[in-house]
T-cell receptor, first 116, second 111 residues
Framework: DTGVSQNPRHKITKRGQNVTFRCDPI?????LYWYRQTLGQGPEFLTY????????KSRLLSDRFSAERPKGSFSTLEIQRTEQGDSAMYLC??????????????FGSGTRLTVV | GEDVEQSLFLSVREGDSSVINCTYT??????LYWYKQEPGAGLQLLTY???NMDMKQDQRLTVLLNKKDKHLSLRIADTQTGDSAIYFC???????????WGAGTKLIIKP
């Protein structure tokens, strides 16, 4: 297993365009998380899935944001009508729900979005 | 509300010990973590501690937890240039639930 993989690594888009990011978690992991990180800040929780079910969404996740994990494996995060304030690093992480006490997150390297 | 605070910068000489501090507000936090982020890289879990522990040691890393004061520290012994990174403190109530993060402490190593 090569860890958590995110694509693309970088995305530059014009304001108003739609973008989609992909995350491939560690195959044994049933939980998948999306976080957003801006410069000089820690990550902010966006949403998480257990298998294919989206169990929680942050109020940061406006209606322009949608995340899916259709088969409980990879996940996509789509941002519609991008705004300059959406510019950030989007981080994906995965874990196994039965892995108590291990601090179980494994992060991907992130997708850096720049909205111009 | 939940809040995790850290100093933004720490500068140490190579070979000295680094001590990075963190305070949190949620007394129900069960797990406390230290993550490392190098430039252009993702977040790497360094170590974690349960709230019922006072100390945890792992090679050059020592984590101290003062639950009464809600204070967590990470000590890196014999700091090396490869330790240059941003170190994040995070807390959660469950080992697989959402984490609440500090803003990170940038560790600067002086030769």
């Amino acid at each position: 297993d090569t860890g958590v993989s995110q694509n693309p690594r970088h995305k530059i888009t014009k304001r108003g365009q739609n973008v989609t990011f992909r995350c491939d978690p560690i195959s044994e992991h049933n939980r998948l998380y999306w976080y957003r990180q801006t410069l000089g800040q820690g990550p902010e929780f966006l949403t998480y899935f257990q298998n294919e079910a989206q169990l929680e969404k942050s109020r940061l996740l406006s209606d322009r944001f949608s995340a899916e994990r259709p088969k409980g494996s990879f996940s996509t995060l789509e941002i519609q009508r991008t705004e300059q304030g959406d510019s950030a690093m989007y981080l994906c992480a995965s874990s196994w729900s039965g892995m108590k006490g291990s601090g179980g997150y494994t992060f991907g390297s992130g997708t850096r979005l720049t909205v111009v | 509300g939940e809040d995790v605070e850290q100093s933004l910068f720490l500068s140490v000489r190579e070979g000295d010990s680094s001590v990075i501090n963190c305070t949190y507000t949620d007394s129900s936090s069960t797990y406390l973590y230290w993550y490392k982020q190098e430039p252009g890289a993702g977040l790497q879990l360094l170590t974690y501690i349960f709230s019922n522990m006072d100390m945890k040691q792992d090679q050059r890393l020592t984590v101290l937890l003062n639950k009464k004061d809600k204070h967590l520290s990470l000590r890196i012994a014999d700091t090396q240039t490869g330790d240059s990174a941003i170190y994040f403190c995070a807390e959660s109530m469950d080992s697989n639930y959402q984490l609440i993060w500090g803003a990170g402490t940038k560790l600067i190593i002086k030769p």
